[in-house]
């Protein structure tokens, strides 16, 4: 009996039809199950909340989104950013991916320090030093460059289509534990916990280290939507362009462990005004009010950068899989 049973856990679904479930439908969630569907494996994912979906426990649905580099990482963060910027470039032929090139202007208030985010010119393309004449005064330096956005109120629904297209399955529902999963899919031997937030409350992960940060943008419906802004420093502020919805989104607000779902209209305001001094072509002064034998793989807590780190995390993701499943095949 239990021979049988080591045997029925063991075998029963051949390693070709094993599906890898991951936990979580947001941009981490989609991009892996993306890349995994893309590279031949089964994939379901279980989430409360799915592209096109809009709640505060659905980070994916608010982002900028703008890849920009990030400072103070680790060489394999910052790859995982070179392979994501690669990823989006070429979507950003396809118009339905809400992936849009645009000219970036970044400007800093102090010296780079010696891990600031300037690594990032081996990534973007016409990189180049501001000259001083080309910045405003108060800021010690600045870059230009070519960059990526997406929109993700349509980069979400695209990529659901795309998973769906290449066989991946999704299941809407809240789980309270990994354990509930496991039961779930008691053939599946590889599971991605993409939960973000999630991760704090899940009763068998319950991560203190993870926590909430609450963002707001605000929207404004221009046609000067071909240039992002972003000031790193004192006042945290951008301004990042969806071309492909004639608008910009403004933003730079931090507050962590606020769940608060209602708009903060002081915010809003004073959004607007950094906006208005960093780029005050592109944003007036006052804009209209438009405003076991299992393997776990941890893919959540991407803070301020999920949609920056997507793809390239997907790709690390994708190799952990197929190492964890070489490890179940090759006993
Ligand atoms: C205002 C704002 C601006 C931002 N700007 C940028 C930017 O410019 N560039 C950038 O790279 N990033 C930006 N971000 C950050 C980015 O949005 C996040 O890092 C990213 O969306 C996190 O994705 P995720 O898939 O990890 O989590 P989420 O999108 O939060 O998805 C979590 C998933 O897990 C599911 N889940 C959780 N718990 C459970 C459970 N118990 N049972 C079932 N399902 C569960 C949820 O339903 C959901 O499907 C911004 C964020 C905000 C708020």
Redesign the pocket.
Known sequence: MGESNRVRNTFEVPFAQRTVVI????????ATARQLLQHGFSVVL?????PG?Q?I????????????AAGGITADQRYYQAVTHRVLLKMAQDPESGVSVVDAREYLEQEPAPDSAVWGKTVVSKFRELDPTEYPSNFNCGWAYRTLV?D?TRHMPYLGKRITALGGKFIR????SLHELYEMFPDSRVFIN??????K??ADVQDDRCFP?????VFLRTHRCNTLYFRNGKEYT?V?PRPLSQGV?L?GVKERDNLSPEVDLDIARDEIARAHRLAPDIVPEHPADDVGCRTLLS????????????YGVADALLKMVEQAERRNVIV
């Open positions: 936990l979580g439908a947001g941009i981490i969630g989609c279980v989430a409360e909340f799915l979906d709640d426990y659905y980070a994916s649905a608010w982002a900028g989104a703008a890849w920009h997406t993700p529902r809240r789980v309270e993409a939960s973000g937030l999630g991760s409350t899940l940060e609450r963002g707001q943008n951008y990042i989104v933003g893919a959540y807590g991407f803070g301020g950068g999920g949609y920056a780190f997507s």
